[in-house]
């Protein structure tokens, strides 16, 4: 009846690293490029990396695109990769490129700004890579540590886009769990969601990171997380099949194998009065 819960939340994590890398490297055979036509030797002897690094530095004053700043979770990335974060005028080139790809002219009147709207779109939708999740968390009231019996959160909207096609899912989380050293402001929680939605994703997942987090930082009895989500990618393209929900659950500590606990919580999730 549920998804299985993500099984390889390592592998997706490095073959997003790759990805990264991949684009750093593309990145770097530009620059080298250009610095080729400058005739000036790159410089290879460390790998193709440290040569990006150098030629970095060679060319601070030359009139370069302004490069995004790094924000905060960069240092959570290798150097390389973060460095390698392209600036908002090569993703505009970008998005001209993919406009063209898909058949249309980037130079006619109606696409003219579309490049730009779509990188400021970007830092929104994706914003979440910016946001650090646990540390939405830190602050519990511990006026209610008396507290202990569950708290279920649901209903909490989300907008993401599946890591596959790029394309938004999008659906309800229902959290619930059984505090242990206070509990967090609600809409902390429906935050948390946002952070780890914000960002490119599979609903297995963000699932198990929505846990994962409150897990490591409530330290509750037990935690249950439900994601309900309808998605694109399957209703525009592939099996075409509109309205399909698919639904992903972790069950955590007190809930991880008690039926009674589960049904609780599947039955407060379901019992819209
Ligand atoms: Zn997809």
């Known amino acids: 009846m549920y998804a299985k819960p993500d099984s390889h939340p390592m592998t997706t994590r490095i073959a997003r ?20 036509e400058s005739g000036m030797e790159p410089t290879r002897q460390n790998g193709a990396l440290s040569a990006m690094r150098n030629d970095n530095a060679r060319v601070a004053e030359a009139p370069e695109p ?17 460095t390698g974060r392209p600036s908002r005028e090569e993703a505009e080139a970008a998005v001209r490129t993919l406009l063209r790809w898909a058949g249309d002219d980037p130079t006619r009147e109606g696409l003219r ?5 779509v990188v400021k779109a970007y830092g929104q939708i994706f914003g979440g890579y910016e946001q650090d999740a646990d540390a939405l968390l830190e602050r519990v009231f ?16 989300f907008y993401s886009h599946c890591e596959h096609h790029m394309v938004p899912f999008m659906g309800l989380a229902h959290i619930a769990y059984y505090p242990t050293k206070g509990v967090v402001g609600l809409s902390k929680l429906a935050r948390v969601v946002d952070t780890f939605a914000r960002r490119l994703q599979t609903q297995e997942t963000m699932t198990a ?8 930082i409530l330290k509750p009895r037990g ?11 399957m209703a525009m393209r592939g099996v075409q ?19 009674n606990e589960q049904v609780r919580f599947l039955t407060l999730v379901r019992n819209k009065s």
């Open 223 to 233: 935690i249950a997380v439900m994601v309900e989500a309808e998605h694109l990618c």
């Open 66 to 82: 302004e490069i995004a700043p790094l924000p905060a979770s960069a240092q959570r990335v290798p150097d390389a990769i973060a």
């Open 142 to 157: 511990e006026e209610v540590e008396g507290y202990s019996d569950i708290v279920l959160v649901r209903d909490i909207p």
């Open 17 to 36: 690293a790759e990805d990264a890398m991949d684009a750093a490297l593309k990145s770097l055979s530009y620059r080298l490029t250009e610095t080729e």
């Open 113 to 117: 700004d579309t490049p730009a709207r």
């Open 209 to 216: 990171q929505i846990a994962d987090v409150i897990e490591s």
């Open 241 to 259: 099949k509109a309205g399909v929900s698919t639904i992903t659950t972790q069950f955590r500590g007190a809930f991880r194998n008690d039926a």
